[in-house]
């Protein structure tokens, strides 16, 4: 069973109609306007990527007299920009353009991936698109300025501007990417990026781009992004909530930036279609970036239902407190507590849910009063008999901090991507617990739960021993870059699904910082699940970085999650 709650671009791909986009009048020859030349020519002794050939063309404008550098613009996938009936028509919206005033003078070049003739006469050639355009890193930006563009300076004796504002690079899909790619390592050229539908995902790595532009100094470069709600969602990611989150992270930084959505899929004709205003914004005179101010959101008054609240009717289970000395974590201790309900017998294994921060879990006056909310559904029989450990992270010192969140062991043990906190799990507090217990050691009788850092430690701990733990609560999880953790998304689209359910809770207005936008990196997560066909809900909400929405539905996901335990009873 898979439930998604408003998940904006799952359910726009499915019921939004493509627009019908098309070149528009400045995409169309006009009376009395000088046309620039355009040169076709071949690439055949690349010394960045050996043994490729390639084609290319260089547009030179009517205007250009050689006195005055003239802008520069460089095209991957050059073909399809450079022909007179493709879905952008450059030379044409140049010359319209060039010839309005409404851009500086340009000079264009339209550069083809290479290929690899087949080693066999007649045998098919091998494209080197991919390694080209999706790896993230300076060659292929080091091949255009520093090996093709002397030459095509030389040989067409160009005067170019010196100035990076106005060098642009543009392309589309992996060529939006690769044009990225090329202002991230070479900004001191490259001072422009115009991506359309660009390829921000794992194809070759570039789902990093959201987690560098945040945590790297800012570059000088302008970029302007298009999407379209309709495109694609595959095994690489999904390319619309990859391009949000690439512009979430340009806006966090203060970039000078422009995303523009449409209603198509994965094709030049939006792109195309916006291409004379494109233009326009990319070459418009620099201004400072102003940020815009948001609006206070207002957040709904999650109350907690009567599943929340102690029923005298229901037998109350037993809470006890202990201290434990780590091996694995060496040098820390922690507090954790053992929740045993009234209907526990020894002579039956219990199951068992282990709660990270447990401190946050227990309060019956908290926000997610958990004891209680086992109370109440043992009793209805609404989920299984259950003892609940609820564990705070590890501290290093003699005392523990006065607020529990800020045990010093807490980021390292929760937000690393290892096995290392399953293991604490299965080799220390579970056999500790056992010796005055009688728990359950299958998977489907095991749940895990944690929220920020602890929700994606719970995940982390499934993950890694999906046939120990196989249900997971993560409230506002931190799948974001504290540590890497930005990283699931990609590995569960290209990893067989895991026996494991997952119910997710975000909310809206969760936290946008160095490490990541909480929100999107939660939407990507759901995305992900959804493509890999794991069992899974996702319950968006409009709160912000605390537990009251994940409490309000703390009933709500141990029903979800325990509903087949429960079935085979």
């Known amino acids: 069973m898979t439930v998604i709650t408003v998940l904006p671009f ?144 030389k040989e067409h004796k160009l005067k170019l501007t010196e100035d990076s504002a106005g060098r642009v690079i543009c392309g589309n899909s992996s060529g939006g990417i690769a044009a990225f790619t090329a202002a991230w390592y070479r900004s001191e050229f490259f001072g422009c990026v115009v991506s359309h539908i660009g390829s921000f995902t794992n194809i070759r790595g570039g789902y990093v781009y959201p987690a560098l532009i945040r945590k790297s100094e800012n570059k000088n470069i302008r970029v302007f992004l298009q999407e379209g709600r309709r495109d694609l969602d595959n095994l690489h990611g999904s390319w619309p909530l990859s391009n949000k989150e690439v512009a979430s992270a340009l806006a966090y930084k203060g970039y000078d930036y422009r995303i523009v959505w449409g209603e198509d899929g994965h094709g030049g004709r939006h792109g195309g279609a916006i291409f004379p205003d494109t233009v326009r914004w990319i070459f418009r005179p620099k201004a400072e970036v102003v940020p815009k101010k948001t609006p206070q959101p207002k957040i709904p008054d999650y109350k907690l239902t009567a599943d929340s609240m102690p029923n005298p009717r229901h037998p109350r289970g037993k809470v006890t407190k202990h201290i434990h000395q ?53 009793a209805k029989g609404e989920m299984p008999v259950t003892i609940g450990i609820f564990i705070n992270p590890g501290h290093r010192g003699k005392e523990f901090p006065e607020s529990r969140w800020k045990a010093n062991n807490r980021s390292y043990e929760y937000d690393s991507l290892s096995d290392e906190y399953a293991r604490f799990l299965l080799e220390e507090i579970l056999p500790e617990v056992e010796q005055d217990y009688n728990l359950s050691k299958k998977a489907s009788d095991r749940a895990i739960c944690g929220a920020s850092s602890g929700g994606i430690c719970a995940f982390t701990v499934a993950w890694e021993r999906p046939h120990e733990f196989s249900k997971v609560y993560s409230m506002i999880g931190s799948f974001t870059n504290i540590r890497g953790g930005h990283v699931y998304p990609s590995w569960i689209r290209k990893t067989s699904p895991k026996p494991v359910k997952v119910f997710l809770e975000d909310g809206r207005n969760d936290l946008d910082n160095d490490h990541g936008n909480w929100p999107l990196a939660n939407e990507q997560m759901a995305s992900a699940f959804a493509f890999a066909s794991w069992d899974f809900k996702f319950v968006y909400g409009e709160g912000k970085h605390n537990l009251k929405h994940g409490g309000v539905l703390l009933p709500e996901a141990l029903r979800w999650l325990w509903a087949d335990h429960l079935k085979k009873k």
């Open 10 to 153: 799952l359910a726009s791909a499915v019921f939004v109609m493509a627009a019908d986009y098309r070149p528009g009048p400045e995409a169309q020859r006009g009376d009395g306007v000088p046309q620039g030349k355009v040169t076709e020519h071949s690439w055949n002794e690349c010394k960045a990527f050996p043994g490729t050939i390639r084609s290319y063309w260089v547009y030179v404008p009517a205007q250009y007299d050689g006195r005055k550098p003239a802008n520069l613009m460089v095209f991957q996938d050059g073909g399809g920009f450079v022909r007179d009936k493709g879905h952008t028509r450059v030379p044409i919206v140049f010359d319209n353009l060039i010839h309005k005033g409404d851009m500086p003078v340009t000079v264009g070049l339209f550069v083809n991936p290479g290929s690899i003739p087949g080693s066999e006469p007649g045998s098919q050639s091998r494209r080197n698109r991919a390694y080209e355009y999706d790896t993230v890193s300076a060659d292929y930006a080091n091949f255009i300025i520093d090996e093709l563009l002397p030459t095509v300076v």
């Open 326 to 378: 780590s091996k694995i974590f060496a040098g820390t201790k922690r507090e954790y507590f053992v929740y045993v309900p009234a209907q526990y017998d020894a002579a039956k294994p219990a199951c068992v849910m282990v709660f990270q921060d447990g401190h946050a879990y227990l309060k019956e006056d908290g926000e997610v009063r958990a004891s209680v909310v086992f109370d109440n559904l043992i």
